[in-house]
């Protein structure tokens, strides 16, 4: 076996170990070794109230699968009293509309933490013109009446094991540690 192969099989493994199907929860990047490789790249999309957010993409050969995440804060914009603790308040202050238009939930929403913030995280079949489908996982974490979110997006169904690699880079330090700085919860 090649060793990018191998170091993918290994990634998604670990993926699969922590436990398949399962959001909730932290996931530290200890518990993949590797890191898949996470290239910063420009916001994709038009600025709104929000602002920009950080956006990342992993590539196939280091992922397995050709991954993007998207995070951003949205400040005094969640719940103050319950957070992010249901699929109705993921769909309100989610972000996957930036990617499509028309989408559906495949599921309903499972418990997830970035860092010290607790919230919800769904997956979505995404519809866009011209292109083929795409999946998403949209995921919303609080913490008083600050909201970051974030949207896992990639051109195929995302396994379990894509998932915690998404989630490993988004409970990743440096990426936790902006997101409590941008939300003011340091």
């Known amino acids: 076996m090649r060793p990018r192969v191998l170091t993918i099989a290994c990634v998604l493994a670990g993926g699969l170990a922590v436990g398949e199907g399962h959001v909730g929860g932290k996931v530290s990047p200890a518990d993949f070794s590797p890191q898949p490789a996470w290239t910063e790249i420009k916001w994709p999309f038009l600025y709104d109230a929000w602002g920009p957010g950080r956006a990342f993409r992993c590539e196939a050969a280091a992922c397995g699968s050709r991954i993007s995440v998207y995070i951003r804060p949205k400040v005094g914009f969640c719940n103050c009293s319950t957070g992010v603790a249901d699929d109705d308040e993921i769909d309100r202050v989610g972000d996957v509309n930036l990617i499509a238009e028309s989408y559906r939930p495949l599921d309903t929403g499972k418990a997830v933490a970035i860092g010290g913030m607790r919230g919800h995280a769904r997956t979505f079949a ?61």
């Open 126 to 186: 995404l519809e866009l013109p011209r292109a083929p489908p795409h999946y998403a996982i949209g995921v919303a974490v609080s913490k008083k009446c600050d909201a970051m979110v974030a949207t896992i997006v990639s051109d195929r169904p995302i396994t379990a094991g894509l998932e915690q690699v998404a989630l490993a880079h988004l409970n990743s330090e440096p990426i936790t540690r902006w997101a409590d700085a941008s939300v003011r919860l340091q």
